[in-house]
């Protein structure tokens, strides 16, 4: 059985920096794609980040390109998203999503089909 745990949400003042990690257990190789979404209350689901280790290839969305890093650890079966200078619209609940279809990763801008999912967790960005 997949299961993926994230941690690391918290509340930050804007320009502070958060570190969500993301344990994932039950594949059998590190094989997959692994994102991380985000959800604002009153709004859709977007994707922030995704890593293909397959073919080492890395998305991040706009609105967060070079103030989000995304890192995956395979010895540790666990990917992070380093979150820096961050900002009050970047409050949302965070959730990490794996799928071994690398086809999926051209759904990492809103997760669509990705069969794997977290519980989220809350990052609140005060002013």
């Known amino acids: 059985e997949v299961q993926l745990v994230e941690s690391g949400g918290g509340l930050v003042q804007a320009g502070g920096s958060l570190r969500l990690s993301c344990i994932v257990s039950?594949?059998?190789?590190?094989?997959?794609?692994i994102g991380w979404f985000r959800q604002a209350p009153g709004k859709e689901r977007e994707g922030v980040s995704c890593?293909?280790?397959?073919?080492?290839?890395?998305y991040y969305a706009d609105s967060v390109k070079g103030r989000f890093t995304i890192h995956s650890d395979n010895a540790k079966n666990t990917a992070y998203l380093q979150m820096n200078s961050l900002k009050p619209e970047d409050t949302a609940v965070y959730y990490c999503?794996?799928?071994?279809?690398?086809?999926?990763?051209?759904?990492?801008?809103?997760?669509?089909?990705?069969?794997?999912w977290g519980q989220g967790t809350q990052v609140t960005v005060s002013t």
């Open positions: 039950g594949f059998t190789s590190g094989d997959y794609v």
């Open positions: 999503a794996a799928d071994p279809d690398l086809r999926n990763y051209y759904h990492c801008s809103d997760g669509e089909g990705f069969p794997y």
């Open positions: 890593y293909a280790s397959r073919v080492r290839a890395t």
